[in-house]
Every structure is written in structure tokens, then in C-alpha cells.
């Protein structure tokens, strides 16, 4: 830890490409460097690596030894796989790539090595045509909620059934109906409104109705209570809780608000230096005695 | 993560269509990289030392030494994503053609689009092609008085109106009002996350957003090109006959006279015509093109919309005037032919 190990770290994130290279960056680059020696000299065992228990439900979506990488690393030989019905929550500080792992899901992203595999198919040498159907297989709620401002919030939601359903109108408002009233929004007051209209936590509910309107079997949340009061926050724990329960749907939540995945999550990944550093329960996460864990939450 | 990170695809070497790993599936695949790229090395985390992490998973994997990049290295850098960034233009320009002829048809935004390009554009036409053609009356007439040949005043405005002027002005306004508009919107699109959640509802975002802009603009471009011609040509009719003196009769034989004196193509279509028309055709795909190009190659949120924006005014309209000029040299050894 001492300031003199900041000499050994040469072989720190300097590598990035000159376009990337600023003033502003070159001092907590110096801070990495300091914190990476003080990692080399300090490599002990790993806290936690995923595994396959047998007798459980049938894995929705695996990720083996995933490695992705631009000019730096950004996940190295992750894994982890979520069950039928489990929701992960991959946690993290503010960088690390969790939300890389939602694109790798989505196939937005290949990763460098590993596999990507979804309901035992592996994803990662599917074309762009083949990988927009495995996405309909998916719902995704984005950070900013990414509703169509062009469009209103029947619209939206609706967009998924008219694109790939050959669902009649009336059955479309009625989907449309029982998706904005499964997230608590009246329909018949928001149905017109454009998104500019709506709230943050209204848009954020509208984001999950449009996830959800496909009836997929797996939800990928970005961030979902980022930006909201505690209040609203609460609300959409308690929702994605019971959309996990209702429709058993596979969920993969990526945040860092400790509460409200404390409150959902049924695995935890922490996410640290681009590896998977803990995977498990999370009574077992708030239990451990290790340092950086207990760092992590503490902070 | 930088505001002022480069706010261009050209940061990814190597990612160009014939390079790329199996990632690249597409200009807005690459262009999403390019996002996540600027993400890890901006990102000031763990700025106090204080806050040391003491466990990790193994020791750091092995990292390549690189030396700071030389002048030449950079040069090299620059040059590569810049001849990488033409590439990925012009592999969008053929993914959005080609999807014009690919199920599925997107009819209603195409028709939206249209009436953004082109019925909303017809203000700003008719008044830069009237004025145009009355400057050209003016100007000429001082000009052919010297000569005692005012009477041609009909045969400039017209040549140069359908030949040049016309179809370059539309196209020069149309880059200033739609091109922006284009860029401006999928630009905020692109950093609102938008496009990711076409991507993740399983549309293509060019077939949904691309083709219909460039197929409206393609459409739309030609018809305000004819508006533009007339109204300048009705606008040199009314300094003629106002300023000048010459009746709209004569007038209007000269303007004949003019288009008829290029000979005819197919025997009914004055050869002015083929390039008059040929030319906002080039320049609707130029604008429609810079325009989703430069927008979904967005970076950096709000400031970057305003980059791209400007990029596209900018970049389009010195496109339509270059490819104008080697155009009409193309067009005049053909038809000469």
C-alpha cells in the first residue's frame, strides 16, 4: 500500500489509445496503478466462483468463461448462470462492465471468449437476424427507461406485439391495458401521454410494461431505481419482486443499490477489476468477512 | 465517463466490417461498441487510496507493455479509423438500400418522412427559388444590356435554374433543415438509449430509422428540385417583364428555346432535364445518408447531438457541392455521347 509501489505500475491502463489519453485521467490513472501493485502484492484466493448445483431448475442463461476486451480488459473468464425463475443481481462499483454483461446477453455484444448461452443455445455465433429473435425471448428495462418519445405509451408498449405478433388491435390495447395496469399505471389516463409527460418513475414503470408486453421469459434490468426516490424506489423493487413471483420469469438486475437488491435478488455477482469476485446468496454476501466486500457495502 | 470523449466511430480501429471479429454485425453493432469503449479508461473510480481493495480474484493477468504512442503511431491511428469511418458509411448507405427492397416495409414511417422532408421543406424552396431566379434576371439583364441582348434574360435563368442552381440550392437547404433534423433526432435517440431498446425489441434500427429516411429523401428530393426550377423561373419572369421590359411571351419562348436547344433524350426528354433530375436524386442520398450516419454514430450525450449535427450540415453540404461538380462532368461527357 505504500506510495513507493506506484514505480511497478507500468504495466497499468497507460495502454489506452491517444484519443482516450487526457489530463483529467492521467491522475487516477496514477491512483489505479497504485491500487494494482497494491492488488499484485496482495493476490490472495478468490472469494467466489459460479457453480452448477445439480437438482435445480434448468439454467435460462449461462455465461462461461467470458472474456470481453476493447483496448482494455473488461470482463475476464466471467461466469455465472441463473436458474428458471432466479433473479441475479450483478453489483459493482461505477465502470466495472455490468452493464457489458446485460449486452452480452443481448447479444449486443460477443464476447472475446467464452460462451453466452441462452436456454442451452449458445448466442455468440448467431447472425444479426438469428440474434434479434433470441432477443424477443427477452424483455429489457433500460436505465433511462429509452421509451420512443416519438411515440405515445400505448405506442410503446404496443411496439413489441405489432413488430413481431400478428396480435389483432383489440388484443393489443387489451395486452396493452393489463401490462399497464400490472405495473400500477392507470391505463386509461397514461395510454395517450407521451413520454415527455410522464414522471421518472412513471417512465421507468411504462420501460417495464414495454419489457414485459412480449410475455418474455427473461427480464434484464439497467439500473432500474437509479434517479428515483426512496419512495418510487421502493415501488419498483416491489415490482420487479412480483414479476419475479407472478410469471416466474428469469431476471438479471444490474444496480448498485444494496437495498433494493437485498430485497430482490435471490444470487448476487459482485463485480470487481473485471472479475466475478463473489457469486451467492445474498444473506451469504452481507455475512462475509471480506474486506472488500465489507468495503463495498459499507460504502 | 468524458463528455468530451471523441464523439465518432473513428476511435475503433479494427472494427471495420472486413476486420472485425465476429462482433461486427452491422455499422450501429460497431457504433455501440464505440460507446462502451470510452467507458472503463474515463471512468475515475476509486479516487481515494484510502478505499484499497485488499483481495482479488488472482494475480492481474499479463498485460501488453505499450510505450506512449509515437507521432507516427498516431498518424497511422488517425489515418486507419478514418478510411474505417468512410467504410462504415458506405456500408450503412448499402444496408439502408438495400432494405428498401426487404420485408419488413415500414410504409408509414416512410410516408411520416416524406412529409418531413419534403412538404415541410417546400417553404424555405419556393422562397430561396423565387428569389434566386429574380437575382439571376437582375443580374443578367445588367450584364446582356451592354450586348443589346436582353431578351435572353429567359435562356440564362432557365439554364442555369434546372441545370445548377436549382437542384444545388434544394439540396443546400434541404441539408440545413432536414439534415440537421435527422441528426439532431436519431443523435438524442442514440444517447437516450433508444436505439439499444429497437436493438433489444428485436428491430433493426436501419431498416426501422435509415431506409425510410433515405427512402423519402430519394423521393422527395427530385419534386422540390422541379418546384425550385419553376418558381425561379417564374421569378426571372417577373424581372423581365417588370424591371426589364420583356413581355412573358418572349420570355417564356426563350426558356424553350434554351431547354430545347440540348437536344432530347428518348425524344421527349430535354437532356437538361436527365441532369437536373439525376443530380437531387445523388444529393437526397448524400443527405439522408450523412445525416443517420453521423446520428447514430452519436457520443457523449447532449453535446455530442450538437457535434453531429453540425458535422452533418457541414460535411453534407460540401458533399453536394464536390459531387455536384463531378456530376455534371460525368453527366455532360454522357449525354454529349
Redesign the interface.
Known sequence: MSESDEGRGSTGLDDAPPAQRREGDRKSQAVRRAIRSELETDASEQAGRPEERPGQPKPVIALSDVSLSFDVPILEDVSFTAHEGETIAVVGESGTGKSTILKLILRLLVPDHGMVCIDDEDITDLSFEEALKVRQKMGMVFQGAALFDSMTVFENVAYPLREHTHMSEDEIEQRVREKLEFVDLDADRVMEQMPAELSGGMRKRVGIARGMANNPEIMLYDEPTSGLDPLTTGTITRLIRKLQKELGVTSIVVSHDMRSVSRMASKIALLHERHIVFFGEPEEMFASEDPYIREFLGG | ??V???PTV???PGFGTGLA???A??VL?RV??TN??????????????Q????????????????S??GIL??LN?SAKSRVLSIQDYFVLAGKALRFIFAR?FYAQDTVQQMDEIGVKSLGIVLLTGLFTGMVLALQSSVQLKTFGATIYIGRLVSASMIRELGPVLAGLMVAGRVGSGIAAQLGS?RV???I?????????PIKKLVTPRVLAALIMLPILTVINDLVGIIGGNVIAKFIVDIPSSLYWRTVWEQIAADGFILRYVPSDFIQGLSKPFVFGGIISITACYFGLATTGGTEGVGLSTTRTVVTSSILILVVDYFLTQLLLSLLSA
Do not use: F, H, W
Request: charged content about 25%.
Open positions: 465517463m468524458g468530451r470523449s471523441t473513428n476511435v475503433v471479429p465476429p462482433v454485425t452491422g453493432d455501440y461498441i462502451l469503449k470510452s467507458t472503463p479508461t474515463n471512468s475515475p473510480r476509486l479516487t481515494q487510496p478505499r484499497l481493495p485488499t483481495r482479488n480474484r488472482d494475480v492481474p493477468p499479463l498485460r501488453i507493455e505499450r506512449k504512442p503511431t498516431r491511428d419488413p435517440m437516450t438509449e433508444q439499444d431498446a429497437l436493438n433489444t425489441l428485436g428491430t433493426d
